[in-house]
């Protein structure tokens, strides 16, 4: 929770994300996934700033490990064209709009596999922690 806490301050909660090592950018994406899921699902996910980085939450899953929570954040991302969710956070909630009510059942279930934790996440970021320890201390 410290780290992650550091982590999102530092990184003005994304706003400035580029201030993090891309070790500290793995950590952060994974946490804050985790954090938003569980507060509020997918649909939570997207709408708030963690959404805009998607894409590399989904790389810092594989990252670390996480290979069945990558799949589920590529099933969920696939209810945007092409699978690319928008960067832009007024592009990416005016899209959330148009695709909510059509995207909320494959969602929800991408919600409940997430739920199921088939990947250990906190394990898994705790061995990335400390096999990346020196990355942490900047």
């Not at 490990?65 to 969920?76: D, F, L, W």
């Not at 739920?115 to 900047?138: G, M, P, S």
């Amino acid at each position: 929770m410290e780290i992650n806490s550091y982590l999102n301050k530092k990184s003005g909660y994304g706003e400035k994300i580029e201030k993090l090592n891309p070790v500290q950018q793995t950590f952060l994406f994974v946490e804050n996934l985790e954090y938003e899921i569980n507060n509020g699902g997918f649909n939570q996910f997207y709408f708030n700033s963690s959404g805009a980085f998607s894409q590399e939450t989904s790389n810092a899953l594989l990252e670390i490990g996480a290979k069945k929570t990558a799949e589920i954040i590529k099933k969920a991302n696939s209810e945007f064209k092409n699978g690319m969710v928008p960067k832009d956070r007024n592009e990416r909630q005016n899209k959330l709009a148009q695709i909510k009510e059509k995207a909320e059942e494959n969602w929800n279930k991408c919600d409940s596999e997430f739920y199921e934790y088939q990947d250990d996440l906190t394990e898994l970021l705790i061995a990335f922690v400390i096999k990346n320890k020196t990355e942490f201390k900047n």
